[in-house]
């Protein structure tokens, strides 16, 4: 095999793993493998992926003396950053076009792999803060619900933003982002009504998890499914049922104590 060859099978599985590790689906990667391999000629590629890792090897059917090449790269770390993913199938299609060239190809997906995503301070007021205390809204709650839950939500944003650089386990990271949002909503409970005001919790609780709740992985769970990426399916359902699971168990064991204790006051 060619250095060439070799070298797109690289730049290939390297697109595939900036899609996967910034929460695209199965079939979109491996799709967008084969897609940039064959577009120069490599009409024998395999690629299988799993949301933890990806399996991609050429040959040639017996055609040439070429040998079987195999690539196999694990993933550890996986968030959520669509802008990459975007990013990435944009370069997808320029290459296949022919815009880019292969030395130009690894240079373009080191720029989208090093993209800088939103500061932690938008993430915890817009995507934590906002979210959360609109849901409130949405649930029935007044402006004062909205206030508490925004300050709440974005207190654990800014949490899970540090536990996450910690590479905490996911499961213990939605325990102890369910156990803060309990907290939180406990304390601002008896804050609140020094102003003579009763809060919902409630609405509260239900506003501040919402945020939390894995929506990526339950979409892609469905749409994997659909396309008959049954073990990726099933493994990303997996992992949104253990997420929603510890965050009830943040929530429940601090609210039970709290009822034990205290007789759940304003509960």
């Known amino acids: 095999m060619s250095v060439d060859k070799k070298e797109l099978l690289v730049i290939a599985l390297y697109a595939g793993e900036i899609m996967l590790k910034n929460g695209a689906e199965t079939y979109r990667v491996e799709d967008t493998i084969t897609r940039l391999c064959k577009s120069k000629g490599l009409q024998y590629v395999e690629a299988y992926v799993t949301p933890t890792g990806i399996f991609m090897s050429m040959d040639s059917k017996g055609e040439t003396q070429d040998e079987i090449v195999s690539y196999i790269k694990r993933i550890k770390c996986r968030g959520i950053n669509l802008n990459k993913v975007a990013e990435v199938n944009n370069f997808s299609r320029q290459f296949v076009e022919g815009n880019i060239s292969l030395d130009e190809a690894l240079l373009a997906l080191k720029a989208i792999d090093n993209l800088k995503p939103y500061s932690k301070h938008v993430k915890a007021l817009a995507g934590g803060g906002l979210a959360g205390g609109f849901f409130a809204l ?130």
């Open 138 to 267: 949405l649930l029935g709650g007044d402006f004062t619900t909205f206030l508490v839950v925004f300050i709440i939500s974005s207190i654990v944003s800014y949490m899970l933003y540090y536990l996450g650089n910690m590479e905490f386990p996911p499961f213990f990271t939605s325990v102890a982002g369910g156990t803060m949002i309990a907290l939180l909503t406990v304390l601002s409970t008896y804050v609140v009504l020094l102003t003579n005001t009763v809060l919902d919790i409630n609405k509260v609780v239900a506003g501040a998890i919402m945020p939390l709740v894995p929506g990526v992985a339950i979409t892609n769970a469905l749409r994997d499914s659909i396309t008959g990426d049954l073990v990726s399916g099933l493994s990303r359902a997996t992992e949104a049922v253990v997420i929603a699971i510890s965050i009830a168990f943040g929530v429940g064991f601090v609210l039970k104590i709290w009822f034990s204790l205290l007789g759940g006051y304003l509960l």
